[in-house]
């Protein structure tokens, strides 16, 4: 009798914990945002990891060929443009070229110039998390539109760096002007988490446009399978 109730319990608390778990997921799987910056420009962005242990850069590249993207944000890039530039450059023929080698890059089969890498305070200090960005002018006489490409990282993940992440970029949009403002990146973070829902507040109006389709992971213990969660994140100015 005392374990039938014991099981009860457990399959009580086990069903709460499921419907809390729903209710902060399910509003993020139904919800399909769209930007209408892009739509008007009429510009296709994506946002690719590209694996800094990259072992099949042709097939890499092909597929980002394949895509269709006017505009494409980078992450762990260095692998693939290492190898790669020449067959990206032919269809892709603005690219960012980072300094030291960092793993952020932007390419582009539309004019993109003003790369800049990093964002610096009025005394000429870094401030917020490495990016890379770049402008397009879509019309003349309109204000460009700004790309960025970003990463967050999970290993710098401690107690509480959740709210650091979001004070960082909070001081670096405190500089960096949202306006006409496209970000895209590997944020390692769910729609549902915390952390996102903090930078969620801090990047208004600029809103998260991106839906909850799975991006990692790619592979479990060397083996392909199907991505579970969405980590990576696109932000517009709508």
Not at 198 to 206: E, Q, Y
């Amino acid at each position: 009798l005392a374990s039938l109730r014991f099981s009860k319990r457990a399959a009580i608390i086990a069903l709460l914990a499921a419907l809390l778990c729903a209710e902060r997921i399910l509003p993020n799987v139904v919800y399909r945002p769209d930007s209408q910056a892009t739509k008007n420009a009429g510009i296709v962005v994506i946002s690719f990891n590209a694996w800094r242990h990259q072992m099949h850069p042709d097939e890499a590249a092909r597929a980002l060929v394949l895509s269709g993207a006017d505009i494409i944000l980078l992450q762990e890039a260095h692998a693939l443009l290492n190898t790669k530039a020449d067959t990206l450059k032919s269809e892709y023929p603005y690219q960012s070229s980072c300094p030291n080698l960092c793993d952020l890059a932007i390419i582009s089969k539309l004019p993109i110039s003003n790369f800049r890498y990093r964002v610096t305070d009025g005394r000429g200090s870094y401030i917020g998390p490495r990016i890379v960005l770049a402008e397009l002018k879509v019309r003349r006489g309109e204000e460009p539109i700004t790309f960025g490409t970003i990463h967050l990282y999970r290993r710098s993940r401690k107690s509480g760096h959740g709210l650091t992440v979001a004070q960082q970029l909070q001081a670096m949009f405190a500089v960096l002007p949202k306006a006409n403002l496209i970000l895209g990146g590997d944020f390692n973070m769910t729609p549902w988490s915390f952390t996102l829902e903090k930078i969620d507040k801090t990047m208004l109006p600029v809103r998260r446009v991106s839906n909850s389709t799975p991006t990692y992971p790619a592979k479990v213990a060397g083996v392909s399978t199907v991505p579970l969660f969405p980590i990576d994140h696109l932000f517009a100015d709508t």
